[in-house]
């Protein structure tokens, strides 16, 4: 091997040396780095932690939007194979929360809305708008003196109704008193024996106003990028069973990046006078089956459920 060769072979292997050695070297500098951050980060959430114990208002609110579009023609494996559809919905879910030593003041507000459309092109007769599919809204306020760090006496307002159609027909008021646990935090626990369940419509031979028992579950919690929200509200007449109800409604949300993540709704509800409501309008006298009662209809279970972008504000 001659003495160029030689040089040419020392100088790659003192190069390939130094870019090892700085390699490593810069290695090491990152894990110093991400052990700073991890300490900075660590200080940041003990901070935040003090700051979110201070008594004051909190607020916050996130939602999903969902939607999908789609356009058929000549498919002729489904039985209209010329087609447009559509559908589209949103939720939003908004608290504003005072804490004290001494009382505390719980608002929450939830809306769940869609739509959808059909288009048979064949069929020229057939609903092109776009219709409601999910139609939920929920405001409540609670107020509770504290008489200890887990357990208050309490007052509460809820209101539920649709807006997009049959706006406050039925719409139910829900005012009573009682007491509130409140075993872990961010989880309320409403139990009020002393309630009214005020109803409105104009259906006054189905829905009927009546004094009962109140219990409300709610749970809001963030942890890091997850948002996830669940409440259920019982009603319980003490006239008679058929006038009871309760609705659960369930939130969550992820964030993938910045504020904008996917998010998952769905809700059910049990409810024996909208059960019997409808019944009553799409029943046909000519068929031979019985007119709808209390005692002769189904109430099925009510759900609906959406999956789409989310939205933390």
């Known amino acids: ?10 100088l ?5 040396l130094s870019f090892s050695q700085t390699l490593e070297e810069l290695k090491a500098t990152l894990a110093v780095q991400k052990d700073s951050l991890k300490i900075a980060q660590d200080r940041v959430n003990t901070t935040q932690g003090k700051i979110d114990a201070f008594p004051g208002w909190k607020k916050g609110a996130f939602g999903t939007v969902g939607g999908s579009v ?10 209209a194979p010329n087609n447009k559809s559509g559908n589209v919905g949103f939720t939003i ?13 719980r608002n929450a507000g939830n809306m769940h809305l869609s739509w959808v459309k059909f288009d048979d092109k064949d069929n020229p007769n ?4 776009w219709r409601e599919a999910t139609d939920v809204f929920n405001i409540s306020s609670l107020y509770g003196q504290k008489l200890s760090e887990t357990f208050a006496l309490s007052g509460l307002g809820e209101y539920r109704t649709t807006i997009l159609n049959n706006f406050n027909n039925p719409g139910y008021l829900d005012a009573g008193i009682g007491a509130t646990l409140t075993p872990i935090k961010d989880l309320v626990i409403v139990i009020h024996p002393l309630n009214y369940n005020l109803v409105f419509s104009k259906s006054d031979a189905i829905f009927q106003s009546s004094y009962g028992a109140k219990i409300l579950i709610d749970y809001t919690r963030q942890i890091k990028e997850i948002s996830f929200k669940t409440n259920l509200s019982m009603f319980q007449s003490y006239k008679s069973s058929d006038l009871s109800n309760w609705t659960w409604n369930n939130s969550f949300g992820y964030t993938l990046w910045k504020m904008i993540g996917v998010g998952f709704d769905f809700g059910l509800r ?7 409501k409808f019944n009553a309008i799409n029943y046909d006298a ?12 189904s109430n099925k279970l009510q759900s609906y459920w959406i999956l789409g972008l989310n939205y933390k504000f």
Request: zero cysteines; aromatic letters at 14%.
């Open 1 to 10: 091997m001659n003495k160029k060769s030689l040089l040419i072979l020392a």
């Open 12 to 16: 790659f292997l003192t190069t390939s």
């Open 70 to 79: 789609s356009s058929f023609n000549n498919w002729y494996a489904q039985k």
């Open 93 to 105: 879910n908004a608290f504003a929360n005072l804490d004290t030593e001494s009382f505390f003041w």
């Open 126 to 129: 057939d609903n092109k708008r």
């Open 270 to 276: 049990s409810n024996k006078q909208e059960a019997l």
């Open 286 to 297: 000519t068929s031979g089956d019985p007119e709808p009662t209390f005692d002769t209809i």
